[in-house]
């Protein structure tokens, strides 16, 4: 568990599930975070990530930030290469809260057996490209028209940080 100012990050649980789909959906109003256009129920997010790994940022008993893993693959080889998520409540970016979430996340995914983390970032979504490098990511190179969000073409900016710890 690590704090900064009065955030406490812990591991996300079903309570959470409520703030951290308000969250999701603030970031999905953007057109900047995601080519997801509706937010999940919880057993559909359930299934989707990772059971380990899941955490959230909580300030005053108030979630203003989630993190989780899912797998790349379900094939075994890729056992420990998995995809992160970082969403944080608009009005509280930019006060290392991102950061905060990353690192711990790296952190767990090492202790998850995790070598290789990957991270698919809208092109145009500089702050979270910034997050990740700052997090030891460098990027790959961006996917030419991957997927469409409202009938746009986007590009996706595609980075990995590889474990130097886990797999060496």
Known sequence: MQTLTKTI????????YEQVK???????????????????DWPTWDSKFMKSC???????ERVVGWAALSAVSGRCVYAGVAEDTV???PEYKRQGIGKLLLSELVKQSEQADIWTLQA??????????????QCGFRVVGVREKLGQL?????DICLMERRSKVVGV
Request: hydrophobic fraction near 40%; proline fraction near 5%.
């Open 9 to 16: 990050v812990t591991p996300l649980l079903p309570e959470h």
């Open 22 to 40: 308000a969250i999701y959906e603030l970031g999905m109003a953007t057109g900047l975070a995601t080519l997801e256009t509706k937010a999940p």
């Open 54 to 60: 899941r955490l959230v940022a909580v300030q005053q």
């Open 87 to 89: 969403y944080i409540h």
């Open 120 to 133: 698919g970032i809208l092109n145009e979504n500089k702050a979270s490209i910034e997050l990740h490098e």
């Open 150 to 154: 409202h009938g746009q073409w986007r």
